[in-house]
């Protein structure tokens, strides 16, 4: 099941929510089903910086573009392999400790 960051247009709720291919999300604050679904990203923090990557449906060179503009290190479009998601943390972690 992806795990995937949401807004709810309703209530202005922030989330994340693993869903089914079957199923729909819904806001857990209001119910609702009248979402947007968000940039995912994961980051790999220190006192000085965070190393970020974003995770997305998002595959052009405008999205990457767009992605690498906004602060992420990684832009990485769905579907993800796990094992290049490991090799992608370790990846910023080792940056992070030897900047």
Not at 6 to 34: M, T
Not at 45 to 51: A, D, I, L, N, W
Not at 65 to 82: C, N, R, T, W, Y
Request: some cysteine; aromatic content about 6%; proline content about 6%.
């Amino acid at each position: 099941m992806p795990l995937y960051d949401f807004v709810c247009r309703s209530c202005g709720h922030e989330f994340e929510a693993l869903v089914r291919p079957a199923e729909a999300a819904r806001c857990p604050k209001c119910d609702g089903v009248d979402l947007e679904k968000l940039l995912s990203g994961f980051a790999v923090s220190s006192e000085e910086r965070t190393r970020a990557a974003a995770i997305t449906a998002y595959a052009r060179a405008e999205d990457r573009a767009l992605a690498i503009e906004s602060g992420f290190q990684v832009h990485m479009p769905k579907p993800v392999d796990p094992s290049e998601v490991v090799r992608v943390v370790g990846s910023l972690a080792h940056r992070d400790q030897s900047s």
